[in-house]
């Protein structure tokens, strides 16, 4: 990890200007006829150039083997260590959706749920329920009204909701409502803390009242509630990397985790391709000493199992980056938070690409194609994700040496 | 980090002797028209033969992206974690300029500042006086007597000095009095714990009459104090490894760190080649088993800036080798204790090139030339400096196995 006091302590408010591009998803396997891996395989005459004259390596985003979501390893590529610092899945879940988060507030997920007459579970998903039925359910959990606090409701996708609790004093120690099996009822609010008795007391009143409003309701006639967190406090780009730092996204989650750190977020369109998003950066390139880019659509692609629609966003992104390099970065980092291998359509635990490119700091290693399997042989090695950032500043020269 | 308990309980006092050969700021980048890292360049037929039958890889001196200053850099190599058990600026200092620090002495770094007629600090760095100009105020501070302790001021560099305090149960937890920033006072010397009152007050009496004699002194008017610290207390070698430790070094600051664990210091004069050093591993081959070998100027000229001059250090050491081998070490470890790349004339944080030959017990890499490039491939792969210890003692064959 980003050691925190070091970084307070080395940290320069001067130096050169860093790019953080990744493409989500961005490491894969080879799949049936196609031996090579997706990035392998792409055209990217634009990266292969970047590596031959840069330095190369995987980056393992938790740990080996572990298989990470977005938020995570988005904490993880940002220097923070998502194990020992957690973010709680009621943040990330309000993150998830774009809702937001004021600080303070207490978020938690929710899943719809069936119970019995006598109130006990008989499936924890209410049917896996479609999110155009749990729409109306979620329309009434939002206009319930309790003293004392805000509450909101919003869907999230079939049966799962979020819940974000916002006023004075509020603490997030509130164990799980989940019993995490059927044959039981929804477990009673509770305090995990003596500090969150007040907050659990609110909470009561509000899961009373929500309660009572989907009785009569088929599947969904209950809830259960999991993941209460709150902002994890961590540390801020600027005050741990003295960066002035922006995000340029399209999907809300990476804005959120992006506003966690401490980042602005930029103005973007849903549809925007790379070479917007790459216009946004030139549009504030002298606002920030810190850009974070981040392109969704490996992630989906991979997900989808569909490797040549991968590769052919891999492909768009190196058409588009002139417009980054015409900026001129000291440092730009391409690398993807984790690998999504269209072979196995989903997020995988696999290391991940990722390539340094400082032309005044880095040491060109001997490698002249970016991809798994030049990067076993770069000049960055592996490492974990979470050492990404004093790598990045200390090529920027933004860190002072340590001791005498 | 060297396991502490491990070795403790793993090291024999047996086996194969040691020689680990440092020369400062190895590690290099290519320059200008030069394609080649320093090390590349140079023309090494010893080290390479060493790299063909043995094998090599890269350490990382603190974590990525940290440059370290020599201090904690020397101690990663001799397997202690500088960040958990800092060495202070203090500490530093004494052993940089040589001084004679005995165990508990407590030592700081000074400032020489420029106050205004109300005590304010004006210049941090008294205008960056000389150290010529500096001296006769350096002796002047160093003739302060104080009842109860002895102290020593002495020159470290321009406007900066160490201040050391002897005597009977005192204690280094004393805040600093560098306010650091202009426009406000040296801060009054404060004890950081109840245990540190008493060298609190006798400082305190020691800074009253040192501000008093530097009273009409301009620009150098005052002074300001910082790193406080003791002898870390560090496990020495003999209790650690189980080895009787040599330390063959021209400048102080090398010297000092090695008795900080317990080395001996083998007598050098300030001019000795690489070749001269060797010949005092030579002469006392038998007497220990382990030697420590410091060669300073591969630092100095990437400091300089040329290229050409490091070059020429590295191929004077490789020259003198034969002495070395000519010895039949069982394990000759050749690295540095940070990069010091020419073109950035500074210590850098880029990994570092290491080379174990241990005839009896080490695997042949794939590689056939000593260099960063090579390393990237080599079958040490990348490590921290601080497990190169527990490495060569296992080359030496001498750490017991692990459990059963």
């Not at 040549?308 to 970065?329: C, F, M, S, W, Y």
Request: aromatic share 8%; with cysteine.
């Amino acid at each position: 990890m980003a050691n925190f006091d070091l970084m307070r302590e080395l940290a320069r408010d001067e130096g050169g200007k860093i790019v953080l591009l990744v493409l989500d998803g961005l490491g894969g396997l080879p799949m049936g006829d196609y031996t090579q891996t997706t990035l392998e395989y792409a055209n990217t005459p634009n990266m292969d150039r970047l590596a031959a004259e840069g330095t190369q390596g995987l980056s393992h985003p938790i740990a080996r083997g572990i298989t990470p979501g977005s938020g995570p390893a988005h904490l993880a590529l940002f220097g923070y260590d998502p194990i020992a610092r957690p973010v709680g899945r009621g943040i990330l879940s309000a993150l998830g959706i774009g809702f937001d988060l004021h600080y303070g507030d207490v978020a938690a997920r929710g899943n719809f749920c069936t119970v019995d007459e006598n109130g006990l579970i008989t499936d924890r998903r209410a049917g896996r329920i479609s999110t155009e039925l749990a729409l109306p359910l979620v329309e009434k959990l939002n206009n319930i009204q309790v003293d004392g606090i805000q509450t909101f409701v919003r869907s999230e996708k079939e049966y799962r909701f979020m819940l974000a609790l916002r006023g004075e004093g509020l603490d997030g120690a509130i164990e799980d409502t989940d019993p995490q099996i059927t044959g039981e009822s929804p477990l009673p609010v509770k305090a995990a803390t003596q500090g969150s008795e007040r907050t659990a007391d609110l909470l009561r009143a509000w899961v009373e009242k929500a309660q009572l409003a989907l009785r009569g309701e088929y599947p969904a006639n209950s809830f259960i509630l999991r993941g209460f967190a709150q902002d994890p406090k961590l540390p801020k780009f600027d005050e741990l990397y003295k960066l002035k730092a922006a995000c340029v996204a399209v999907y809300p989650m990476y804005k959120g985790v992006s506003k966690l750190v401490g980042m602005d977020v930029l103005e973007t369109g849903g549809d925007f391709t790379p070479e917007q998003e790459f216009q946004v950066v030139a549009g504030h390139w002298n606002d920030y000493d810190f850009f974070f880019v981040h392109i969704k659509p490996t992630d989906s692609r991979g997900e989808d199992g569909n490797f040549e629609a991968k590769a052919a966003v891999i492909e768009q992104v190196d058409r588009a980056l002139p417009t980054l390099l015409g900026l001129n970065p000291d440092v730009l980092v391409i690398t993807g938070d984790h690998s999504t291998p269209a072979r196995l359509r989903n997020h995988s635990w696999h290391p991940v690409p990722t390539l340094i490119w400082a032309p005044a700091t880095h040491l060109p290693d001997l490698t002249d194609h970016f991809g798994e399997r030049q990067g076993q042989r770069g000049g960055l090695g592996q490492f974990p994700a979470n050492e990404l950032m004093p790598l990045a500043m200390a090529h920027a020269l933004r860190l002072e040496k340590y001791g005498a």
